[in-house]
């Protein structure tokens, strides 16, 4: 079993900062890739981010230039700094991973976070 625990939401004024983690653990064998989603009220999930185990990485287009995506393979741990955040990044923050066990290869979600960014 894989469990994805993700932390760092919150509110925040736009313009401000946020930094979401999410830790992976369990019987985890390698990851393939880790990746944020997000979904607002009404809308679709969307991809915010995403980082392969060999440091690549893709992000949405509308947060490019103001998220940056970061992990730490040691501990299957990702990060979303967040930058000049605005009220349309309002939205349930949902980690994800592409995780190999010794069982099977399959992708896990994390129980989501909320942002608000708002005055």
């Known amino acids: 079993q894989v469990q994805l625990v993700e932390s760092g939401g919150g509110l925040v004024q736009p313009g401000g900062s946020l930094r979401l983690s999410c830790a992976a653990s369990?019987?985890?064998?390698?990851?393939?890739?880790m990746a944020w989603y997000r979904q607002a009220p009404g809308k679709q999930r969307e991809l915010v981010a995403s980082i392969t185990s060999g440091g690549s990485t893709n992000y949405g287009d509308s947060v490019k230039g103001r998220f940056t995506i970061s992990g730490d393979t040691a501990k299957n741990t990702v990060y979303l700094q967040m930058n000049s955040l605005k009220p349309e990044d309002t939205a349930v923050y949902y980690c994800?991973?592409?995780?190999?066990?010794?069982?099977?290869?399959?992708?896990?979600w994390g129980q989501g976070t909320q942002v608000t960014v708002s005055s």
């Open positions: 369990g019987s985890i064998f390698s990851i393939n890739t």
């Open positions: 994800n991973a592409d995780v190999i066990t010794y069982v099977s290869n399959r992708d896990y």
